[in-house]
T-cell receptor, first 113, second 114 residues
Framework: KQEVTQIPAALSVPEGENLVLNCSFTDSAIYNLQWFRQDPGKGLTSLLLIQSSQREQTSGRLNASLDKSSGRSTLYIAASQPGDSATYLC????????????FGTGTLLAVQP | NAGVTQTPKFQVLKTGQSMTLQCAQDMNHNSMYWYRQDPGMGLRLIYYSASEGTTDKGEVPNGYNVSRLNKREFSLRLESAAPSQTSVYFC?????????????FGPGTRLTVT
């Protein structure tokens, strides 16, 4: 059974700092891993999806990496801004059912001005 | 292009009442999903529909029913609401089989059962 863990549950950093959010998964036979952002009271916005054949995906100041052998993914945010404050969730496909996602409980990020 | 839309945005029910949450997507996606999100529990899959005409149970299906009305619409029904169903409900869609597996989410329905 796929389990997804995100540590830490909350993170506070000063504006301008580079930071890394962590995501661990138990079943390394995954097709892809997806990172989402959720603002308070809102739905989820897809940030990046990494296919199993890729090691990294980049979008602007965001860079996501995937290491299947160790069961880890990281989301790197460069030069953080107060507007980056949100909850970040990762999700990996369920074992044997690639169209179902298993979500971590998220990391609540606060970027202090 | 509205993406994934959900109605209503908010709802308060009394125990035992029924209601249907509506979801529609205009991206011509094959797969659609219903999740619930609870504090400390993350998002959990209730039901999903891999394609028009098919539905399958997810992690927490008890107390819910779904209907894939057509390719665009996927509804979630609570026949007899219970306080344990107080949650935020999200609908999502994905285009399966094209190599792009991103899921796209609606804005959510905040349901309170008293």
């Amino acid at each position: 059974k796929q389990e997804v863990t995100q540590i830490p549950a909350a993170l506070s950093v000063p504006e301008g700092e580079n930071l890394v959010l962590n995501c661990s998964f138990t079943d390394s036979a995954i097709y892809n891993l997806q990172w989402f952002r959720q603002d308070p009271g809102k739905g989820l916005t897809s940030l990046l999806l990494i296919q199993s054949s890729q090691r990294e995906q980049t979008s602007g100041r965001l860079n996501a990496s995937l290491d299947k052998s160790s069961g880890r993914s990281t989301l790197y945010i460069a030069a953080s801004q107060p507007g980056d404050s949100a909850t970040y969730l990762c999700a990996a496909p369920s074992r044997g059912a690639t169209n179902k996602l298993i979500f971590g409980t998220g990391t609540l990020l606060a970027v202090q001005p | 292009n509205a993406g994934v839309t959900q109605t209503p945005k908010f709802q308060v029910l009394k125990t035992g009442q029924s209601m249907t949450l509506q979801c529609a997507q205009d991206m011509n996606h094959n797969s659609m999903y219903w999740y619930r999100q609870d504090p400390g529990m993350g998002l959990r899959l209730i039901y999903y529909s891999a394609s028009e005409g098919t539905t399958d149970k997810g992690e927490v299906p008890n107390g819910y029913n779904v209907s894939r009305l057509n390719k665009r619409e996927f509804s979630l029904r609570l026949e007899s609401a219970a306080p344990s169903q107080t949650s935020v409900y999200f609908c999502a869609s994905r285009n399966q089989g094209t190599g792009s597996y991103e899921q796209y989410f609606g804005p959510g329905t905040r349901l309170t059962v008293t």
